[in-house]
């Protein structure tokens, strides 16, 4: 037996991401992944791209000053700065940056590689292994096929597919879309709270990426719909009323469709502070809860699988399986 440490990195259009593992090489065909370290900053890389184009400066400083800290915590675990042990892929806000160069130097100059400017489809396939690896012969009730739905500041991917049994690791159809929550709130919900007509110009914003996504990927077969992300993991956190963020308690937590809608309207119709008071809310994700809500009430609606169930499980789990799954031979 032996075991190494690799890191996952996941830099989204709002939130930054890592995750430490340990990878233990059981025998020549068989690895364990086990978690060391999570750690999230929200660091609003994509603040203003949909307008501008470009990365703001701010925005990059403040995504460079998280992956300090985190490379830190890698030199901590012991986990080697090269593509072996390193991989971090970045997503909606890089796909569309004018100057996407001057963040791909950057972060080379922090860890040591270059973040992967990941398709929508990869994006969607790497969250589904990550959401589903724990769940294949799992005796809990969820049933394939899964639609895997990771709702993130400037993009929500979809994947469907299979985990477990003889279908295991079957993806059908994936598909990326341009609504996330970050940009559904610069580009419509502008006021605080938002009004019934900027509530509903987003709405169809919404729905007409929910007919794009649909045509791909077929969403009403789902049996499963696992939500992965902050959007859906504190709304599952509201849904248990928890005093606080925890993790253990949201991670497979389900919710109905009904109290996912009727948390989506609430939260549009606070004020910044209410939401701010909430206690499972990160501070990063008071301004854009709300629309993140919104998509997600929609989603749900869409699939019609009465409902979804929160995973803390997501792409950073699928990118450091890519790593473990290396060190098993071709």
């Known amino acids: 037996m032996s075991t190494k440490s690799v890191a996952a990195i996941d830099c989204g259009t709002n939130s930054i991401r890592l995750l430490i593992s340990s990878v233990i090489s059981l025998d020549e065909d068989e690895v364990q992944l086990l978690d060391v370290e999570r750690r999230m900053e929200i660091v609003r890389l994509g603040q203003g791209v949909d307008k501008t184009g470009a990365f703001a400066p701010e925005a990059l400083e403040r995504t460079f000053s998280a992956l300090r800290g985190y490379a830190e915590l890698m030199r901590e675990h012991g986990v080697g700065f090269g593509p072996e042990s390193v991989r971090m892929v970045a997503t909606s806000a890089t796909r569309d940056a004018a100057n996407r160069q001057e963040f791909v130097d950057g972060v080379r100059s922090i860890i040591g590689v270059e973040p992967e400017v990941i398709s929508g489809d990869e994006e969607a396939e790497l969250s589904f292994i990550g959401a589903t690896a724990e769940l294949e012969g799992a005796d809990d009730g ?189």
């Open 142 to 330: 969820f049933k394939p096929p899964f639609l895997v739905v990771d709702i993130g500041g400037g993009s929500t991917e979809f994947v469907l597919g299979y985990a477990g049994d003889e279908e295991a690791g079957v993806v059908r159809a994936a598909r990326s879309v341009n609504i996330g929550c970050v940009r559904m709130t610069e580009r419509h919900l502008t006021q605080d709270p938002p009004t019934a007509g900027q509530i509903a110009a987003a709405t169809a914003d919404i729905d007409a990426a929910l007919d794009e996504a649909a045509a791909a990927v077929p969403l009403d077969e789902a049996a499963t719909v696992v939500c992965v992300a902050g959007t859906a993991t504190t709304v599952a956190g509201i849904a248990e009323d928890l005093p606080e963020y925890d993790p253990d308690r949201i991670h497979h937590t389900p919710v109905s469709a009904e109290r996912t809608h009727a948390i989506a309207e609430e939260l549009l119709a606070m004020p910044h502070d209410r939401r701010a008071a909430i206690g499972v809310m990160h501070p990063g994700r008071v301004d854009v809860i709300g629309a993140g809500a919104l998509v997600l009430d929609r989603v749900v609606s869409r699939t019609g699988a009465g409902g979804f169930v929160a995973s803390e499980h997501d792409i950073l789990d699928g990118i450091a399986w890519s790593l473990c799954l290396s060190e098993l031979p071709e």
